[in-house]
């Protein structure tokens, strides 16, 4: 069955970094569109990035750019998201998901999520 298990999660000070990983199992993942969503505490999930199947084409929240850089390594079946400069306003649990093409990532498959606190 389908898997995608988030790590790299935890507690960071506001300034640093932080590198999310999504391990994928049980499609092909080499021909999905992978993406990471976040939501905090009383608000709901938002996109944060996305990249196409071939890691050709990436996406990103107007909140993410700049900061925050999605990868990933089809050999590995491995999405990464690689946060820098985070702001108190970052903490949240953040999910991947999967599916054929960015635009329909919210209805593809999804992960357990992995937590991010950034303290002040």
């Known amino acids: 069955q389908v898997q995608l298990v988030e790590s790299g999660g935890g507690l960071v000070q506001a300034g640093g970094s932080l590198r999310l990983s999504c391990s994928a199992s049980g499609f092909t993942f080499s021909s999905y569109a992978m993406g990471w969503f976040r939501q905090a505490p009383g608000k709901e999930r938002e996109f944060v990035a996305a990249?196409?199947?071939?890691?050709?084409?990436?996406y990103y929240a107007d909140s993410a750019k700049g900061r925050f850089t999605i990868s990933r390594d089809n050999t590995k079946n491995t999405v990464y998201l690689q946060m820098n400069s985070l702001k108190p306003e970052d903490t949240a649990v953040y999910y991947c998901?999967?599916?054929?093409?960015?635009?329909?990532?919210?209805?593809?498959?999804w992960g357990q999520g992995t937590p991010v606190t950034v303290s002040s």
């Open positions: 990249i196409s199947w071939s890691g050709g084409s990436t």
């Open positions: 998901a999967a599916a054929k093409t960015p635009a329909v990532l919210v209805h593809g498959y």
